[in-house]
């Protein structure tokens, strides 16, 4: 939110694919906006999250027809990204070629990274093609170009690290 109250968040171009029915899926997007209103107007997890929750996440996106956020889905991603930061960008930046410049990704391409490596990391029921899946539809959502490619394949690389049994195979089950 900018000083005057006003959410500056990006709204994307489309309703995430399950947003219209899954809650964590709102949530996502939700925690996806929260980062981006983090890093442009400096603000902490701790003032974002009840700004969020408290308007009940309205204006997440123009006239679209989503299931309510699972708030403590949010609240658990939102600040989760911001006490791991320093740990997710080291493990982003050594995904990204030739130099792992993070840094010059678009604010809102970072959130979404940043999500799905927490996602991965620390939420394991959510199976990992799952929590891919979401964050590869929630990058369509904002961009048309190759984005959603660059999303696949550096949460794919992090998931056959961070989850290598359940990547190779031996691993299934789980609720987004």
Do not use: W
């Not at 006003?6 to 997007?29: E, G, I, M, N, Y």
């Not at 949010?74 to 050594?94: K, S, T, Y």
């Not at 290598?164 to 089950?173: F, H, K, L």
């Amino acid at each position: 939110m900018s000083p005057a109250g006003q959410d500056t968040s990006p709204k994307p171009r489309a309703v995430p694919k399950h947003a219209r029915a899954a809650p964590r899926t709102t949530a996502r997007l939700a925690a996806t906006q929260a980062l981006y209103e983090m890093e442009v107007a400096g603000k902490s997890g701790h003032e974002v999250v009840p700004e969020f929750v408290g308007r009940r996440f309205a204006g997440l996106i123009e006239g679209g027809d989503m299931a309510p956020a699972d708030p403590r889905f949010f609240e658990r991603l939102v600040l989760g990204v911001a006490g791991d930061a320093p740990v997710l960008d080291r493990m982003l930046a050594d995904c990204l070629q030739p130099e792992g410049h993070l840094e010059r990704l678009e604010v809102i391409l970072r959130a979404i990274l940043r999500l799905g490596a927490y996602e991965l990391l620390a939420v394991s029921d959510v199976p990992a093609r799952v929590a891919i899946s979401e964050y590869v539809d929630l990058t369509h959502a904002f961009f048309a170009g190759r984005e959603p490619a660059l999303v696949n394949g550096i949460l794919d690389k992090i998931a056959r690290v961070v989850r290598e049994d359940e990547m190779s195979g031996s691993g299934r089950g789980g609720a987004s």
